[in-house]
């Protein structure tokens, strides 16, 4: 009999060390396999069973570990963030989305294998929105699922045709094959705001002005922040991320009625974010220098997202609203980890 595992790809990310911790303390670490293009870092590996290296799109590689292990559920979150895909956009195709269509593949096999869907947990992002112009961005409700999804970046554009590659995998796969398929994937979505971590510093997001500026005044170094002051998104603390994925992954099948889910916490300008780590910092040195091109980009993404559907399906509750963030979570950490 294969071993049953949980699969993280990705898992050398920030999400990843947040979700490998979660699950360790939660369940038996022993069933928890990592895979990353770079060998996990030393401190995470007592967490895990097994650290794989290697690349999402080589196939025989995941052929293999199915080979191995009865997968059970996947946390799928290896991609290349916004910032970096658009300086290499067709090498982000190609990890964001054949390296997606390959896990996908190698969860329907499982799934026809034992006969019973995989867990396919995958975390979207707001770059599928794209708003078209301010006006509309500062006129707009929070946005729902299906709307503005027109987005500008090679990054939003991956995340929301994988939304969709996910539907076809866990509805429609092979529709007009002569028998249907019996066993298809349990393909479940959260769509993440910009994400702050106290612990890590993420690298190829625009969204990342907000972690940056945080981790700059902690180290007391100066920042310059690349976008304007009146900037808002919506962003949402690291554990909560976390949570989001784990309570997914827990809901019962019958109570979700979509596939893909916003999930939100707080929406706070730029400047708002400046005003608060000046006040826990206060020697920080934050200064507004807008990048025109990633201004572009995040000036598409909504200033708010409506995550009824997810409050309402799976109970989805964010732990810190914009103030328990920074004074429970973000400050005292960061405060810790630059001591
Ligand atoms: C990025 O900035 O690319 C990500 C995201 C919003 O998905 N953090």
């Known amino acids: 009999m294969r071993k049953k595992i949980t699969l993280i790809t990705g898992a050398n990310g920030e999400v990843g060390h947040g979700l490998i911790n979660a699950l360790s303390e939660q369940a038996d670490s ?4 990592v895979l990353d293009i770079r060998v996990l870092d030393k401190p995470m590996r007592s967490k895990v069973y097994e650290v794989k290296v290697g690349d999402i799109l080589d196939m025989q590689m995941l052929e293999t570990l199915t080979n191995e292990y009865e997968i059970d559920t996947i946390f799928h979150l290896a991609a290349l963030l916004s910032t970096h895909a658009e300086f290499n956009p ?6 964001n989305v054949q390296g997606t269509i390959n896990l996908l593949r190698i969860a329907l096999e499982q799934s026809r294998l034992r006969e019973k869907p995989v867990k396919f ?8 929105y794209g708003l078209p112009d301010l006006n509309t961005k500062a006129a707009a409700r929070p946005v729902k699922e299906g709307e503005y999804n027109t987005p500008i970046t090679m990054y939003g554009m991956n995340k929301l045709y994988c939304e969709h590659l996910g539907r076809y995998y866990s509805r429609h796969y092979h529709q007009l094959a002569t028998t249907r398929e019996a066993y ?6 959260v769509r993440f705001p910009g994400l702050i971590s106290a612990i890590t510093v993420p690298t190829g997001g625009t969204s990342d002005f907000a972690p940056e500026m945080l981790h700059a005044a902690a180290s007391g170094k100066p920042y310059a922040c690349f976008v304007r002051e009146d900037t808002r998104i919506p962003f949402m603390a690291m554990p909560d991320a976390v ?3 784990l309570d997914l992954a827990d809901a019962p099948v019958e109570r979700l009625s979509q596939l893909v889910y916003n999930v939100t916490s707080f929406s706070p300008t730029a ?5 608060l780590t000046a006040s826990a910092f206060s020697g920080a ?3 507004f220098a807008p990048h025109l091109q990633r201004q572009g980009i995040v000036d598409t993404w909504p200033a708010e997202v409506d995550d009824t559907a997810a409050k309402a399906d799976w109970g989805w509750s964010p732990g810190y609203d914009l103030h328990h963030a920074f ?3 973000l400050i005292p950490t960061i405060r810790q980890r630059y001591q």
């Open 90 to 95: 067709e090498q982000a195709h190609r990890v």
């Open 285 to 287: 040195k934050i200064t």
């Open 121 to 128: 947990i995958y975390p979207s992002s707001i770059a599928v």
């Open 327 to 329: 004074e429970d979570y």
């Open 30 to 33: 022993d069933e928890i396999v």
């Open 243 to 245: 949570q989001a994925l």
């Open 271 to 275: 400047a708002e974010l400046r005003d």
């Open 184 to 189: 298809m994937v349990d393909f479940r979505c």
